[in-house]
């Protein structure tokens, strides 16, 4: 049986965290490293960072944060926010993200998300999906309308249509947020969540409304997501990762109950990005060990001091394991 997982996601507003009620009213929270860092240690299973002002200040993702978070945590995570081409996905990889989150780009430019599957393979693409409750209609069959620009303007897209049709042309996870939900903690859209959870293969991601652990196990029981977003609740300081999770565990539903990455785990981890990413620029050496000292090289750039010395056995060893995966995915 696969564990569900428990995601934080970090909004970035001018190299700050912030949390706000459908996407309004923004508060502080802190530094996105260091918070980073406290949720991997307490358990986590991935993060999501969302610079949510980039793409409305038209600049890139802000990829000295993605750079900094990818030295102190050892845990996947994804970002979205500032990527309008597949040079950006690749900058965002190469500075240590292991996914790249699309949204109101993917909507404007749909093939963005077949033109990012060829580049890094379908597992790196999540199609950020912002739906708002509109009612059944004609039109709009599950009841529920695809909006863009920080649910700010319609599409008049149906957003189980949406999803199944962005799922074809390459999306490898869709993380759905529910407009009207978002940030309220009163619990997730489960109609919604259900609905696209049961029309997919890839696997769903429930955001928008977790206030309690109870909400949590119902996006998982009810919803059918496979992971589930958290953001107020921890980012409060009212509940832990590992506290949400042993409460999960404690209802029946799987998860992750063990410690997150220990270091050297995570530098082999990082390793392994690297090499994705010199596998996909189609510069992979014949022999493991030389793609290792490619790799470290490359490693050295990005992550400065993370590595001990150039290809340990460790790195070819990760690098032979990964390279079926590259190869099917």
């Not at 500032?82 to 240590?96: K, N, W």
């Not at 977790?210 to 909400?215: E, K, L």
């Not at 949400?244 to 050297?264: C, D, F, Q, S, T």
Request: with cysteine; hydrophobic share 50%.
């Amino acid at each position: 049986m696969l564990l569900k997982r428990l995601i934080v996601c970090l909004d970035v507003r001018n190299g700050r965290v912030t949390k706000g009620v459908r996407f309004a009213d923004n508060v502080d929270v802190g530094d996105p490293v260091a918070l980073a860092e406290k949720y991997c240690a307490e358990g986590a299973d991935e993060l999501v960072f969302y610079d949510i002002t980039a793409s409305a200040e038209n600049r890139p993702i802000d990829i000295a944060m993605v750079a900094a978070a990818a030295r102190r945590v050892f845990i996947p995570f994804t970002v979205g926010g500032g990527l309008r081409q597949v040079a950006d996905m690749r900058a965002a990889i190469l500075a240590g993200a292991d996914k790249v989150s699309l949204n109101s780009l993917a909507v404007e430019q749909p093939d963005i998300l077949r033109q990012g599957a060829l580049a890094f393979g379908r597992q790196c693409i999540v199609l950020g999906l912002d739906a708002r409750r509109v009612g059944v209609s004609a039109a709009f069959p599950s009841g529920y309308e695809v909006v863009i620009k920080g649910g700010r303007q319609p599409v008049g897209w149906d957003a189980v249509e949406w999803a199944r049709r962005a799922t074809d042309l390459g999306a490898g996870e869709i993380c759905l947020n529910a407009i009207d939900t978002d940030g309220v903690q009163n619990g997730y859209e489960l109609d919604i969540t259900r609905q696209i959870a049961e029309a997919v293969s890839v696997p769903l991601i429930a955001s928008g409304g977790a206030g309690t652990v109870a909400h949590v196990a119902d996006a998982f029981q009810q919803g059918r997501a496979d992971a589930a977003l958290v953001a107020s609740m921890v980012h409060s300081g009212r509940f832990t990762c590992a506290g949400i999770k042993a409460e999960l565990a404690a209802a029946g539903i799987p998860v992750r109950l063990a410690g997150p990455a220990v270091e050297p785990a995570a530098t082999t981890a990082k390793a392994r990005k690297v090499f994705f990413a010199l596998d996909f620029d189609g510069v992979v050496c014949d022999s493991a060990a030389e793609t290792a000292a490619s790799a470290w090289k490359a490693a050295e750039h990005f992550w400065p001091g993370c590595f001990p010395s150039p290809a340990p056995a460790e790195y070819i060893q990760a690098f032979r394991a990964a390279r079926p995966y590259l190869e099917t995915g």
